[in-house]
């Protein structure tokens, strides 16, 4: 995929377009939206903005797992990234977190509008227990889930590819569906990779455009 892959543009155009409390406050329920989650520490401002190339459009709280809205990111009239807060920080009250366990419930499986869940796990620390809790409320509405494998390049290529087939196994062993892919917002491993999934799941390019494209799509583990 090179520099000028449409998908790729479209992303560097995200701008922030409103921050939504709750599931109601979200805006008009149209068009096509895909969400990041992840625990708190999984680095998921970090790839937005590597796949974004923006600096600061996401933002890490200061207080990890305190800030409770679905920020919203435009990227054309029809086409959106939320950002969901991170999950399961101990440093949250047990009922602000089940209050918002319930909204982002609400959100996964109620929103129309929604294409497919980019899940963010570090390398190190994958499947834990709210990361399985997203993959089951995923499932229960059929929504295409894409883990990505973070800070990879904390690990060399052996523990990294050992990391992602055991995954994979807990995945199978657990009957979720998901592909998955290895990512690094330092060195930019799989952004490729990750930006194939964006284009598929916004519908973009339009299929009229991609025909006329000359795109080679990586092979995603699945």
């Known amino acids: ?30 068009g096509y939206e895909v969400a990041f989650a992840g625990r708190s520490n999984a ?20 207080t990890p797992g305190r800030t409770q809205l679905l920020n919203y990111f435009s990227l054309d009239e029809e086409r ?21 366990q319930k909204e982002l419930e609400n959100y996964l499986i109620k929103r129309e509008s929604l294409q497919g869940l980019i ?8 499947m834990q227990k709210y990361d399985e809790m997203l993959l089951n409320w995923a499932q229960e509405r059929n929504l295409r889930v894409h883990i990505l494998l973070t800070k990879c390049d904390k690990l060399n290529r052996g523990p990294s590819m050992l990391a992602l087939q055991e995954v994979k196994k807990q995945l199978l062993a657990k009957k979720l569906v998901a592909s998955i892919s290895l990512f690094s917002s330092l060195n930019k491993q799989g952004l490729e990779d990750a930006a194939v999934i964006l284009g598929d799941w916004l519908n973009y390019p339009p299929p009229d455009i991609a025909a006329n494209l000359d795109i080679i799509e990586p092979i995603i583990a699945s």
């Open 119 to 126: 899940l963010l796990m570090d390398i190190r620390h994958p």
């Open 1 to 30: 995929m090179s520099a000028q892959n449409p998908v790729l543009t479209l992303l560097e155009k995200a701008k922030f377009m409103t921050s939504a409390p709750r599931l109601s406050a979200c805006p008009p329920n149209i």
């Open 80 to 100: 959106r990234l939320v950002d969901l807060p991170g999950y399961g920080y101990a440093a949250v009250p047990l009922a602000m977190k089940l209050a918002w």
């Open 43 to 62: 680095g998921k401002s970090s790839a937005i903005n590597t796949l974004t190339r923006q600096r600061q459009l996401a933002r890490a709280s200061k």
